[in-house]
């Protein structure tokens, strides 16, 4: 139990188109979900969180117009990257929350995805 | 505010010898600390966890981590590696409000048979 997948695993695109990522948890409701981004060699750094049905809370330095975070469903949360640039290239890691008894608030967190922008 | 730091950025060791994976971190709160797995391709897998119950915390596969309260510390230890636990290790804070994961700056850990 407690899966999370995300959608796509790598993506290339060209600098300056958007960039859609899903990310889902597939046997429980997760009432709040997270954004990291890893650098190569590096640490994961929270980009944002989101609650279903209510906007994300961004980190400081994480531009909202640019990363944009839709939380509309208890299993899905999407990042969409727009008019990405090479810098924005990275690991896109998501994690799921769920507050119900027996989850005991771990975020199971998602595979990740690669972006390259070229 | 809180923070982590692993002293290691790289530990090589060899199989079936002891690892250690050090951590120090600090919190303003009663923190909660967790140490996570992450293999190429994969998810983070959560090893265990510390939320002020036990100080001595036994995970998964073999791995176990104490927390010392007047070191600030929460080292990560195995008797034994095995192949398998080749990977990068997270060393991660958490205070209660808003469960937000502060990572410390990882560690690659290397098993030479």
């Known amino acids: 139990g407690a899966v999370v997948s995300q959608h796509p695993s790598r993506v290339i695109c060209k600098s300056g188109t958007s960039v859609k990522i899903e990310c889902r948890s597939l046997d429980f409701q997760a009432t709040t979900m997270f954004w990291y981004r890893q650098f190569p060699k590096q640490s994961l750094m929270l980009m944002a969180t989101s609650n279903e049905g209510s906007k994300a809370t961004y980190e400081q330095g994480v531009e909202k117009d640019k990363f944009l975070i839709n939380h509309a469903s208890l299993t899905l949360s999407t990042l969409t990257v727009t008019s990405a640039h090479p810098e924005d290239s990275s690991f896109y890691i998501c994690?799921?929350?769920?507050?119900?008894?027996?989850?005991?608030?771990?975020?199971?967190f998602g595979p990740g995805t690669r972006l390259t922008v070229l | 505010a809180q923070s982590v730091t692993q002293l290691d950025s790289h530990v090589s060791v060899s199989e079936g010898t002891p690892v250690l994976l050090r951590c120090n971190y600090s919190s303003s709160y009663s923190p909660s600390l967790f140490w996570y797995v992450q293999h190429p391709n994969k998810g983070l897998q959560l090893l265990l966890k510390?939320?002020?119950?036990?100080?001595l915390v036994k995970g998964i596969n073999g791995f176990e981590a104490e927390f010392k309260k007047s070191e600030t510390s929460f080292h990560l230890t195995k008797p034994s590696a095995h192949m398998s636990d080749a990977a990068e290790y997270f060393c991660?804070?958490?205070?209660?409000?808003?469960?937000?994961?502060?990572f410390g700056g990882g560690t690659r850990v290397l098993v030479k048979p």
């Open positions: 994690s799921a929350l769920s507050a119900l008894p027996g989850f005991n608030n771990e975020q199971f």
């Open positions: 510390y939320t002020s119950a036990a100080t």
């Open positions: 991660v804070v958490s205070v209660a409000a808003g469960n937000k994961l502060t």
